[in-house]
Nanobody
Framework: QVQLVESGGGLVQPGGSLRLSCVAS????????MNWYRQAPGKEREVVATINSAGTTSYADFVKGRFTISRDNAKNTVYLQMNSLKPEDTAVYYCKAGIKNRFGDRNYWGQGTQVTVSS
């Protein structure tokens, strides 16, 4: 059906940068909102940033001014540029996409990519 595959996570020092990517593939007619979420150990999953099909973005307060979400509709890909990373940004980052295909409309999730911010 549909697969979302994240990449770009890793270990980075405080103040550093990472760029996450998430590619959607499979049976896709169109993609609506694309989101990045994160989940730290012992905490609930929380939304980080959202971008709709027109390119309008929104961010959680804790990443405003540091993270930038973007998408390439031709490549079915969403990105998350993360700058000025802090230890509290350590989490597994997941992408989610609202996708229309021959099965209807539904949300799909990626498997997650680990981001660790530590000196």
């Amino acid at each position: 059906q549909v697969q979302l595959v994240e990449s770009g996570g890793g270990l980075v020092q405080p103040g550093g940068s990472l760029r996450l990517s998430c590619v959607a593939s499979g049976s896709i007619f169109s993609i609506y909102d694309m989101n990045w979420y994160r989940q730290a150990p012992g905490k609930e999953r929380e939304v980080v940033a959202t971008i709709n099909s027109a390119g309008t973005t929104s961010y959680a307060d804790f990443v405003k001014g540091r993270f930038t979400i973007s998408r390439d509709n031709a490549k079915n890909t969403v990105y998350l540029q993360m700058n000025s990373l802090k230890p509290e940004d350590t989490a597994v980052y997941y992408c989610k996409a609202g996708i229309k295909n021959r099965f209807g409309d539904r949300n799909y999730w990626g498997q997650g990519t680990q981001v660790t911010v530590s000196s």
